[in-house]
């Protein structure tokens, strides 16, 4: 089966300027994530989807940040205006419905962000 | 608050040898999963455990829980090169975010 594919791989952006990231998650998995994850560090739940329904947003910085999941299968994620702050890898994850018996993650390899 | 931390922070050892590596949490949780993630890259999930099992294995993996001491344990064995990579527990609780460890920095020594 395919991956999880995000795009771009790189960005380099000013601070102020906005970006934006795509990810298209596998085939049938209703739900989607995406990460913040700092160097050296774990990632960071931003948001969560169920189809295109949020499940969890509370980590998300919503004066700057937003997603969206249009017809429940890509999603992507927009930062507008970007802070130093905010120089990262955006990782996508998806996995079938969670539950209450978990589900495995499958991630992409993530957009590195660098703010200059 | 973390949820998940791993210890050691970072871990050296020779090829061949076995690797631990040890995750504490502080609330219930449905299950906790093991990821690795070699430079550059996402994500893999290693293994699923959840609260109710004890021990898993999955080829040179093995994974413990303890739910009573809140901690998970993770052992490579017979290590290589390949193994080289970051590891993170992650811990997945009924109305709560995933919660991922700040990770084990594993080198395997040729």
């Known amino acids: 089966e395919a991956g999880v594919a995000q795009s771009p791989r790189y960005k380099i952006i000013e601070k102020r300027q906005s970006v934006a990231f795509w990810c298209n998650p596998i085939s049938g998995h209703a739900t989607l994530y995406w990460y913040q994850q700092i160097l050296g560090q774990g990632p960071k739940l931003l948001i969560q989807f169920q189809n295109n329904g949020v499940v969890d947003d509370s980590q998300l910085p919503k004066d700057r940040f937003s997603a969206e999941r249009l017809k429940g299968v890509d999603s992507t994620l927009k930062i507008q205006p970007a802070k130093l702050e905010d120089s990262a890898v955006y990782l996508c994850a998806s996995s079938l419905p969670r539950g209450w018996v978990g589900q495995p993650q499958h991630f992409g390899d993530g957009t590195r962000l660098s703010i200059l | 608050s973390q949820q998940g931390e791993e210890d050691p922070q970072a871990l050296s050892i020779q090829e061949g040898e076995n690797a631990t590596m040890n995750c504490s949490y502080k609330?219930?949780?449905?299950?906790l999963q093991w990821y690795r993630q070699n430079s550059g890259r996402g994500l893999v999930h290693l293994i699923l455990?959840?609260?109710?099992?004890r021990e898993k294995h999955s080829g040179r993996l093995r994974v413990t829980l303890d739910t009573s001491k809140k901690s998970s344990s993770l052992l490579i064995t017979a290590s290589r090169a390949a193994d080289t990579a970051s590891y993170f527990c992650?811990?997945?609780?009924?109305?709560?975010?995933?919660?991922f460890g700040p990770g084990t920095r594993l080198s395997v020594l040729p």
């Open positions: 455990i959840r609260s109710n099992e």
């Open positions: 609330t219930s949780i449905n299950n």
């Open positions: 992650a811990t997945d609780a009924y109305g709560q975010n995933f919660v």
